[in-house]
Nanobody
Framework: VQLVESGGGLVQAGGSLRLSCAAS????????MGWYRQAPGKQRELVAA????????NYADSVKGRFTISRDNAKNTMYLEMNSLKPADTAVYYC?????????WGQGTQVTVSS
């Protein structure tokens, strides 16, 4: 499966962005999906995850109430709606898809939040 993220960019604090992750290839085998991020000098961390049917989601405490994860399986696309962005949200955001307990990654998209 191939994953391509888009939607990153530069935004002022308090602003919003919507990230997309388009999947291609063996998309019928995709189970859970998630968004991760990695800031300079820090480890990659889970931001949000969603089950195969979209019925269950979970979020990092730092983004609860501000970010919303969703997926459209008909379009093979996952989204991350990010509101009330903070400078601490600055990172490269990666899409992850789980297939038979193997994780696949996109190339990442940069999100920069200026103060």
């Amino acid at each position: 499966v191939q994953l391509v993220e888009s939607g990153g960019g530069l935004v002022q604090a308090g602003g919003s962005l919507r990230l997309s992750c388009a999947a291609s290839g063996s998309t019928l085998s995709i189970n859970a999906m998630g968004w991760y991020r990695q800031a300079p000098g820090k480890q990659r961390e889970l931001v949000a995850a969603i089950t195969s049917g979209g019925g269950s989601t979970n979020y990092a405490d730092s983004v609860k109430g501000r970010f919303t994860i969703s997926r459209d399986n008909a379009k093979n696309t996952m989204y991350l709606e990010m509101n009330s962005l903070k400078p601490a949200d600055t990172a490269v955001y990666y899409c992850n898809a789980e297939i038979w307990d193997v994780g696949y990654w996109g190339q990442g998209t940069q999100v920069t939040v200026s103060s």
